[in-house]
């Protein structure tokens, strides 16, 4: 199932001390998740014949996936660009910190040939705020409060009350008619929502 959890955060006073970027066998962090960056320190723009033979992300998936077993960790997706920039999104049952990352970039690293084929790997986890994609992630936040926003635009603030291959359900307070009263109530109501209605899901934190 692919539909659209958080992860490990770090923030930016934590990392003020140097500049944003990739670096050679380094961490990013420009974005809400933990990112572990290896590189070369120069790659040359891909021509016709790089495109071609773009790596295939199902081994990346297959080799993430070998290292991650007997853990609470798992893939979420994996990316590459014509040009061989690949990034691995990986998320936890509970959380992923930036030493995890660094690893499994480098046990990857170790399998693929950067002799035959040029590209840079970046492993990072799913940041707050990121598009759920995986049933997993949905489950992790049963009971807590998620943003759905639905493909004809209606946007929910709700709390994921159950998650399954077909759906969510969601519950949230609604404007309604109450009988004997004048104005319209506010009562919590429980919907489910197929994921063909579904744009994207995110955790919501409110930091007010």
Do not use: H
Not at 14 to 26: I, M, Y
Not at 132 to 150: A, D, F
């Amino acid at each position: 199932m692919s539909t659209g959890a958080r992860g490990a955060r770090e923030t930016g006073e934590q990392r003020t001390a140097r500049p944003k970027g990739r670096w050679t066998g380094g961490w990013k962090t420009d974005g809400p998740g933990n990112r572990w960056t290896g590189r070369p320190a120069e790659k040359p723009k891909p021509n016709e014949a790089q495109q071609e033979t773009m790596i295939d992300t199902q081994k990346i998936i297959a080799l993430a996936e070998s290292r991650l077993a007997g853990t609470d960790m798992f893939v979420v997706s994996c990316t590459c660009t014509a040009g061989n920039d690949i990034e691995l999104l990986i998320d936890s049952d509970t959380s992923v910190d930036i030493d995890t990352c660094a690893d499994l970039n480098r046990a990857i690293e170790e399998v693929l040939d950067r002799d035959n084929e040029d590209f840079s790997l970046t492993v990072a986890s799913a940041g707050i705020g990121s598009e759920l994609k995986q049933l997993r992630q949905y489950r992790k936040l049963i009971g807590r409060s998620v943003e759905v926003l639905l493909l004809n635009g209606t946007k929910i603030l709700a709390r994921l009350d159950a998650a399954d291959d077909q759906g969510i359900t969601l519950s949230y307070e609604e404007k309604q008619a109450v009988e004997g009263k004048k104005r319209k109530q506010s009562v919590t109501v429980s919907r489910t929502y197929p994921f063909t209605e579904v744009k994207y899901t995110k955790e919501y934190l409110d930091f007010k």
